[in-house]
């Protein structure tokens, strides 16, 4: 008896799971990376769903497809309402009036069918047709990326979207970028479900906010991130910044343009000695009093550019409790840093300090 009643329980249990969980969670565990995870209570399959949009929805553009919920508001002597969802053939089954094609079609297009037949059926009566849900469609993302695999998106979502949510945490609390370093976010590939293939410049709206570059995203379509073509033109990053590495070089892109592009200087680039080397010869740019010669420098497929940085630090080592980097201030002689880092017992004279130029390599002697 105690093994029938524990059985019965179990399978109560999991009923009640299956009432609350939404089925696509249930089919497949990738919906926890998808939009639902990062947009809370986003899912259309709840009665009430909040949307996350960026604007209002545009019925003359937007596409009717599976998934997608209407409800529809009768108002007059005979009033009603009633809610339904495309099905996954593509058609709506409104109660009391019939089953009616509507994917592909525009918002404004589907209101115009749904009224007209409703109002067979209801004479006189006002009639609201509203879509009150979007659908959910799986998008693939493959290529040069850490996540490759099946998202959910939705028709508002857009290309970026799908790239943040891929993110990949390499240190706890860390997110970094879902492309590898070899990928090329200038000539990303999106096939719809039709065939039709585009690219897309996804780094003109990282940099400039080019929305035309980052797309709304439709059911089916296979994000496709290139590898940086070293058959092509393309331009080598050095130096102590983040932005290390190689860059597609574009047709007739200056130094200015391409930096600019990729964001390679920052507050701490030293700007009086950017290099250019280009084989066995080094071209020295100040772009603080070359402007102009910053600006037209035309690069070439191969050149390496070499950015260094800004030294704002003093580094204290030896006979010391806290060695290490230290705030570099004006004025502060070898003594101030000495007293700042705390000598030992152990060290030697502090008027026998030695103190090493980073420039030019000179050794000095002295705590003054």
């Known amino acids: 008896m105690k093994k029938i009643l524990l059985f019965l329980l179990v399978n109560c249990t999991l009923l009640f799971a299956q ?21 809370q209570n986003r899912s259309v399959i709840r009665n009430v769903s909040p949307q996350v949009l960026e604007a209002e929805l545009d019925p003359d553009k937007y596409k009717v497809g599976p998934g997608d919920q209407f409800k529809v508001s009768v108002f007059g002597e005979l009033e009603n309402e009633f809610e339904f969802s495309v099905l996954p053939v593509g058609d709506v089954i409104i109660p009391t009036v019939g089953q009616y094609r509507v994917s592909g079609m525009s918002l404004t297009e589907a209101k115009q069918l749904i009224e007209r037949v409703v109002k067979v059926n209801y004479i006189k009566a006002e009639i609201a047709v509203n879509i009150t849900g979007l659908r959910k469609f799986r998008v693939y993302y493959t290529g040069e990326v850490k996540a490759p695999g099946t998202y959910f998106a939705q028709a508002t979502d857009r290309l970026s979207d799908i ?21 090329d976010d200038t000539s990303i590939k999106i096939t719809h479900i039709d065939g039709i293939t585009n690219s897309y410049d996804l780094s003109k709206f990282y940099r ?4 035309t570059q980052n797309p709304n995203l439709q059911g089916g379509d296979i994000i496709y991130v290139q590898s940086i073509d070293l058959k092509k033109s393309y331009v080598i990053i050095e130096g102590n910044v983040g932005s290390e590495g190689i860059y597609p070089l574009k047709e007739n892109e200056t130094l200015y343009q391409f930096l600019t592009r990729v964001s390679a200087l920052s507050k701490k680039s030293n700007l009086e000695s950017l290099v250019v080397e280009r084989g066995k010869t080094n071209e020295s740019i100040n772009i603080l009093t070359e402007q102009d010669r ?8 191969g050149d390496k550019i070499i950015i260094s940085v800004i030294y704002d630090r003093v580094y204290v080592r030896g006979e010391v409790f806290t060695p290490g980097a ?21 060290a030697d004279d502090i008027e026998e300090v030695i103190v090493i130029r980073q420039s030019t390599g000179e050794m000095l002697r002295g705590a003054d």
């Open 163 to 183: 790239i943040e949510i891929s993110q990949v945490q390499e240190k706890p609390g860390e997110a970094t970028s879902s492309l590898n370093d070899w990928a």
């Open 19 to 39: 009432d609350n969980i939404p089925l696509l969670e249930l089919q497949n565990q990738k919906y926890e990376q998808s939009m639902e995870k990062l947009y």
């Open 294 to 301: 910053f600006r037209n420098y035309a690069l070439q497929s």
């Open 326 to 346: 230290y705030p570099y201030l004006a004025n502060y002689t070898a003594k101030d840093y000495i007293g700042r880092a705390g000598a030992l017992d152990s």
């Open 208 to 211: 400039h906010g080019d929305k």
